[in-house]
């Protein structure tokens, strides 16, 4: 058998099911009603080092590989709040990586290492009201001033919006020239002109907050630009992966969960005379869902094996055949967790349509998968063109 976590990961593991099921799982609740968890929860992750367990120790983490963000992405999962997680992952898994790739000395103890901490929260502002999947089609623009750069634009969908200290900001530098006039700036949200317009309402995620962004002549330093100037939209490719891949973690261990409590359910409630899970029809519809999800399990930890490999022994970038893997991993995934969530909340029978049921929330909350970070249209695009169709 492949040994993917070894003694330290479990341990992290454990550290990280504690904070879950203390620390957070009480308030659940309380959060979802609220739109909103509160920002100690950062803080709390950060102190336990479980924001930064696989960044470098000289950027702020504990040196570990990957495996470390996959026991941190499973474990959150079980709270029942794709919405926490969501805000979590933002922090450490979405808004981040791209700064310890390509940033400064600077850049990493200003924004990085508190970000890690969770002193600082993060944002990934990519989205906009004109663009989504066409990244190369946004329109927040970052002309060059004199030493500074003054944004002018707006985004939307922002997680974490309505309260980043920054925002890890994709603009375009050179409106003229298409991919190759895309820069990634590190916004601080104090900048004036900068505004959060809306925050938004969802039908899933409550705890977490999603925000319409608008930016006013904000005059950021140069000295915010991450990498190079128009190479923005390439680390934002290699950016993605990362997301990709995290949310296909997250969404494994998701439907895991949802199935293990709805067998459980169908253990007590009995109908005609027995337990439901006793109908053979059930337990062969459960059994199919089990074997997807173990199939959907096994083919993002062989996404996570190549990319584990690539970024953290190798310390390459990430090739195309794992590019490949990484979204079909994230489209896969998508389409399983759906179908477990919606025969699952079926199990439930009239319970399952009742708002406060861990079922109701997480088929709600899983119905994002296939949308955010990517559309499965795009996965489907992505993997089309690496296989040269
Ligand atoms: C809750 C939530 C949180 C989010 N958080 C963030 C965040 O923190 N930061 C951020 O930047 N963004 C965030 N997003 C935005 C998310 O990444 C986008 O919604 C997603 O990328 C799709 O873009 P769009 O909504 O503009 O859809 P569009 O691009 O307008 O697409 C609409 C439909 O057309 C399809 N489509 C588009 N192009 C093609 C094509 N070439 N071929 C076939 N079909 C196509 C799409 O698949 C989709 O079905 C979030 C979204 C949500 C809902």
Redesign the pocket.
């Given at each position: 058998m492949i040994q993917r976590f070894g003694e330290e990961h479990e341990a992290f593991r454990k550290t990280v099911r504690a904070f879950a099921d203390k620390e957070l799982a009480p308030h659940v609740d309380e959060w979802e009603r609220d739109e909103m968890f509160p920002d100690w929860v950062f803080k709390r992750a950060g102190e336990l080092g479980i924001l930064g367990a696989h960044y470098p120790e000289d950027h702020g983490g504990s040196g570990g590989d990957y495996w470390f963000s996959v026991a941190k992405g499973e474990e959150y999962l079980h709270i029942g709040s794709g919405g926490v997680a969501?805000g979590l992952l933002?922090q450490s898994d979405?808004?981040t990586p791209c700064i310890s790739d390509l940033g400064t000395r600077e850049q990493i103890e200003e924004f990085l290492v508190p970000a890690l901490r969770g002193e600082r929260i993060a944002?990934?502002?990519?989205?906009e009201p004109g663009?989504?999947?066409?990244v190369a089609g946004i329109s927040t623009v970052a002309r060059k001033v004199g030493g500074d750069y003054v944004v002018n634009g707006a985004?939307?969908?922002?997680?974490?919006?309505t309260r980043a200290s920054f925002i890890t900001l994709?603009c375009k530098t050179d409106p003229e020239a298409g991919y190759g006039g895309i820069s990634i700036l590190l916004f601080p949200t104090d900048t004036k002109g900068f505004s959060v317009a809306k925050k938004l309402k969802?039908i899933?995620?409550h705890a977490?907050d999603?925000a319409e962004l608008v930016f006013e002549d904000c005059r950021v330093p140069a000295r915010y630009l991450l990498g190079e100037e128009g190479k923005g939209f390439y680390y934002l490719m290699q950016n993605f992966q990362t997301e990709r891949l995290i949310a296909a973690v997250g969404a494994v261990a998701g439907s895991q969960a949802a199935l293990d409590r709805s067998v459980q359910y169908a253990r007590d409630r009995v109908a005609f005379g027995k337990p439901i899970l006793k109908r053979e029809v059930w337990q062969h519809r459960l059994v199919d869902l089990y074997t997807e999800v173990e199939a959907a399990r096994q083919l993002t930890y062989h996404a996570v094996d190549c990319y584990n490999h690539e970024r953290y022994v190798q310390r390459t970038q990430l090739s195309f055949d794992t590019v490949k893997k990484v979204s079909m991993a994230k489209l896969y995934v998508a389409e399983v967790a759906d179908k477990v969530m919606d025969e699952c909340l079926q199990l439930h029978g009239g319970m399952g349509y009742i708002e406060e049921t861990f079922i109701a929330r997480a088929w709600r909350d899983q119905r994002?998968l296939r949308?955010?970070?990517?559309?499965?249209?795009?996965m489907r695009?992505a993997i089309a063109k690496i296989l040269g169709f």
């Open positions: 969501m933002v979405m808004a944002a990934i502002g990519v989205s663009a989504g999947s066409d985004k939307t969908y922002i997680t974490n919006g994709l969802k899933g995620n977490s999603t994002l949308i955010g970070g990517g559309t499965s249209e795009v695009y």
